[in-house]
């Protein structure tokens, strides 16, 4: 039975979250790698989606929204078109605030194995203190 996964990427602009979105799939695959299982994913979706919020003393009509996203699953030429619609082509009023990008993939049971075998989360900066501080005589 296949699992679904979803991997997304985040930034500030398309090219960053489609950066973002290859950093995720990169590490994902090589979870998939160092694991000893195979690394191909059958792609079930693409959602590409950008938000966008009315600058700061913009002037306009009352029935203009004040922020909106929008999504495709075709491109990011899509998301900008659909934007310029919500915008009621005035897209130049309103500041972009994040771009997502997400593809949903589908795994085997062994690869969704991997997933769910994860080490307990640590802190990156965590160091034991040396045995003669004072934060070793508090915590051991």
Known sequence: MPHLHTITGTGVN????????????DAFLGRLKD??????????????????????????PAHYVRSFT?????SWDG????????????KNKYDATGFTKSVVVSLSDEQHAVLESRASPTPASYERPPADS???????
């Open 134 to 140: 004072a934060a070793s005589s508090i915590f051991g």
């Open 35 to 60: 694991a000893g299982v195979p690394q191909d994913v059958g792609e079930e979706s693409l959602t590409l989606s950008a938000s966008y919020a009315l600058k700061t003393g913009a002037e306009v």
């Open 70 to 74: 929008v999504e495709s699953t075709a």
């Open 14 to 25: 398309a090219r960053q979250a489609d950066q973002g979105w290859q950093r995720e799939s």
């Open 79 to 90: 998301v900008a078109e659909k934007a310029e619609t919500a915008a009621n082509g005035d």
